[in-house]
């Protein structure tokens, strides 16, 4: 009777440490979750969602292999960034990526200075509220600064139209990166002679009238990265397109939609180097300790054949600089 004991007792303590090993095992196997959320379909986020995924991939962090990818996009909706940035947070997800400032700032709500957030490309983090210093943000969140090169723009456009003297912005009023964007156009273009009106919508519902009022009172326009204008370019490029008034967009996607010429980094490579930092954010960096990365230099792309049907000359200096970094569209 005794053996007996002794075995089935044997036997519960052999299980019971199976049972424990197995349980770490199952803990180490486990797939990290790397949550994605983006504001809107459109393809300048879109080129960053897919460098994101695939610096990710370059790092050994592979969809469905090493990593669980969540992926959320909110249209748009304010309720919905809401609504997925809390569904991040139940799942415990090890890296919270947002593109777009309001993503970012919907994920920042919800870690509670905990689960790291990485930003997208946002343009005026400080002013945002997500972080307090760009070298040393400390707390839980860091990320990639979309940093376009204004001064660049300015240049190009006053090498395409040298004798300009009215330039119309358009932008979000709410959207802080936008505004901060065209705040720094506004100040190097009036610096060289050019000035520069204000034109602000608040949703897309306005693009039509205020980009249609625009259009009748200023020589060219410019449009700071700004998502909701980008939404509705369309109308824009209808409205300017009408009286002949050239637009210059940050974005390099808008040149393909009808915009003249910019000066633009690469989306593609901002989400990139934003992979890149959750990457190593999940092989044990600190984001607190990350000081904030931006994509360096710009490229010069130009839409050649919109520029002639508008009846501009484009000089041979930025088509030559299109050429040797960047894209002509013929």
């Known amino acids: 009777m005794k053996r007996l004991i002794a075995a089935i007792?044997?036997?519960?303590?052999?299980?019971?440490?199976?049972?424990?090993?197995?349980?770490?095992?199952?803990t180490k196997q486990e797939k990290p979750t790397v949550a994605i959320l983006q504001?809107?379909?459109?393809?300048a986020l879109d080129s960053i969602h897919h460098g994101i995924v695939d610096a990710l991939k370059e790092n050994g962090?592979?969809?469905?292999?090493?990593?669980?990818?969540?992926?959320?996009?909110?249209?748009?909706d304010q309720s919905s960034l809401k609504t997925m940035s809390d569904r991040f947070k139940n799942e415990n997800s090890a890296v919270m990526i947002g593109i777009a400032t309001p993503a970012a700032q919907s994920l920042a709500n919800v870690a509670n200075g905990k689960t790291p957030v990485v930003m997208g490309a946002i343009s005026d983090p400080i002013g945002a509220g997500l972080v307090r210093n760009i070298k040393h943000p400390g707390a839980n969140i860091t990320g990639v600064i979309h940093r376009e090169p204004v001064k660049q723009q300015v240049k190009l456009i006053k090498t395409i139209m040298p004798n300009v003297k009215v330039i119309g912005g358009l932008h979000t009023s709410s959207d802080d990166s936008s505004t901060a964007e065209f705040k720094e156009f506004k100040q190097l273009a009036e610096k060289e002679g050019v000035k520069v009106k204000d034109y602000t919508i608040t949703s897309t519902n306005d693009i039509d009238q205020v980009s249609s009022t625009?259009?009748?009172?200023?020589?060219?326009?410019?449009?700071?990265?700004?998502?909701?204008?980008?939404?509705?370019?369309?109308t824009v490029v209808k409205n300017t397109d009408a009286k002949k008034i050239p637009v210059f967009p940050s974005v390099t996607t808008m040149i393909k939609q009808g915009g003249i010429a910019t000066v633009s980094v690469s989306q593609y490579e901002l989400?990139?180097?934003?992979g890149q930092m959750a990457a190593e954010i999940l092989d044990g960096k600190k984001p607190g300790n990350m000081a904030l990365r931006y994509v360096k230099?710009?490229?010069?792309?130009?839409?050649?054949?919109?520029?002639?049907?508008?009846?501009?000359?484009?000089?041979?200096?930025?088509?030559?600089?299109?050429?040797?970094?960047?894209?002509?569209?013929?």
């Not at 009172?217 to 369309?234: C, L, Q, R, W």
């Open 9 to 26: 007792s044997a036997l519960v303590i052999f299980l019971g440490y199976a049972f424990l090993y197995e349980s770490k095992q199952e």
């Open 39 to 43: 504001l809107m379909t459109h393809p």
């Open 61 to 76: 962090y592979v969809p469905g292999k090493t990593i669980r990818l969540d992926y959320q996009n909110a249209e748009g």
């Open 214 to 234: 625009m259009a009748s009172e200023v020589e060219a326009v410019y449009i700071p990265t700004d998502n909701t204008v980008a939404s509705g370019f369309s």
């Open 271 to 274: 989400g990139k180097l934003t």
């Open 297 to 330: 230099l710009g490229q010069t792309y130009i839409n050649l054949k919109h520029a002639k049907e508008l009846g501009l000359d484009v000089p041979k200096t930025a088509l030559n600089q299109a050429q040797k970094k960047g894209s002509i569209i013929k």
